[in-house]
Every structure is written in C-alpha cells, then in structure tokens.
C-alpha cells in the first residue's frame, strides 16, 4: 500500500512538472503617432490596432486607438532626450491584456486614420513580448505613420460642367497632419513649408501641373486648373513636406462638355 502510495505520488508530481505553464496577464498598450505631429485618437477615427503571433499567424487581439491627439508640449519638443516621455493618459491608445504562457515575438499592425480612408497608410513592427513582461508603462508601444491628409472639397466628385462656362475650375483642398492636426502659416506646421500642388490629366493623358496656395483658412489650399477642351479630367492634388518627406494625396475628376 506505501509503495503504490509513492508510485501515485510520483505520477502526479511528473503530471505537474510536464503539464502546460500556467499563463501570465500582460498588459500592452499601442499607440500610433503621425510622422512629425501627433497621435490618431478618435477625431480622426482612430487606427485599427491588431496584436499578430509572428511564428503562428494567430491574431491576439484587436482593435481601435481612442483618445485625444496627446499633449502638444510634450510631443512636439525639440530637446527631449532620448528618455523623453511622449504620451500621458491624454493621448490616444489601444489597450489590451494578453494571457501568455511563453515568450512570443508579436507584430503590432496599425492602419488609419479610418476617418480618412483615401488618406490611411499602413505600418507594422515586432517584438519580443514575455510572460508578465508589461508594455503599457510610459509611452507603451509606439508606431509612427506616415503621411498627410489631404481632402479634394472642390470641384465636386463627377461634377458636369459646360466648357462654354469657364476657362478653368477652382481647385480647394483641405491638408492636415495624419492625427488630423492644423496647417497655419508661421503654425506649429507652417503652412509656408508644405509643398502643395495639382496634376491635371484629360481622358488619360497629363495636360497641365499647377501650383496651390494657401487660401486663408486653417488647413484650405485653392488654386486654378484650366480647361482646354471636353473631356473627362482627372485631378490629383499632392501634399508635401520637403523638411521630412512626408506626403498625402487626394483625386476627383470632373467633365467637362
């Protein structure tokens, strides 16, 4: 009777020993900050966030950052050092917790702002994550995208327009940070820095470049495209910052009869 004693004892420490470790809460936080400004809360419509196991493919978690564009102060600091802290609980964030029960090399793959979808560009990024090893502390985990947002509002999408009526049609764009943030002249983004302009095709084939100007309101170039005959034209109107490369475009197109 001791003896099976022991044998069942000794069965059930090796069961203990070899079964699957017991999994550990780990908090990670995300956020996703536009290249030279601020991050995508929810003016803009947040980013979707989703947490991907390299190794199995298996999505973790997901979601969508939500929150205010952080502090301006803190972010947009020219002598921060490299401990610099960016985000306080002002600024906007995906959080989760995962349970893990053995180190794992995750992908962070952002995507937005979904406010803008002509404007949204992609970004993604790995790391180690290990059981209890949180990524939530100070700025968590943080993603720069790319980009500008840049919003056609005039001429109108498939608008129809007699040629005998004009010589050119007036172009206006709205240019913004990704985190939705202001375009001002002498700004904290100078509107006199941004390189903003108009490519002009007829029925397929480029006719015409055309420079944008600042129309007098936050964010709001115009500028002038000609008509030189019916057709169907296309619009392209660029964005672009010369000091970081930054870039955003935006089309329509318009018929000229």
Known sequence: ??????????????????????????????????????????????????????????ILAKGITAGGTGNT????????????ELADESAASFKTTLDLD?????????YGPLAQPQAAHAASATQWVIPGGHLSVGDGWVIELPGLVVNVMEPAAAQKVSA????????????????????????????????????ISRNGEKVAEEAMSYAGKSSTYSGEMPVDGAGVYEVIVHAYDPKNGNTGIDKTTITIE
């Open 1 to 58: 009777m001791k003896s099976k004693t022991i044998i069942l004892g000794a069965i059930f420490a090796l069961a203990m020993i070899s079964g699957p470790a017991m999994a550990e809460k780990t908090d990670i936080t995300v956020r996703v900050l536009s290249k030279d400004a601020k991050f995508l809360g929810t003016s803009i419509g947040g980013a979707r966030v989703i947490l991907r196991d390299t190794e199995t493919g298996e």
């Open 73 to 84: 102060a803190k972010i947009m600091h020219e002598k921060g050092g490299r401990r610099a």
């Open 102 to 110: 053995r180190p794992r090399m995750i992908e962070a793959e952002v």
């Open 164 to 199: 005998s009526q004009a010589d050119s049609i007036s172009v206006r764009a709205n240019v913004m940070m990704m985190c939705g943030c202001p375009i001002t002249p002498n700004g904290l983004w100078d509107a006199n820095q941004f390189e903003v302009g108009m490519t």
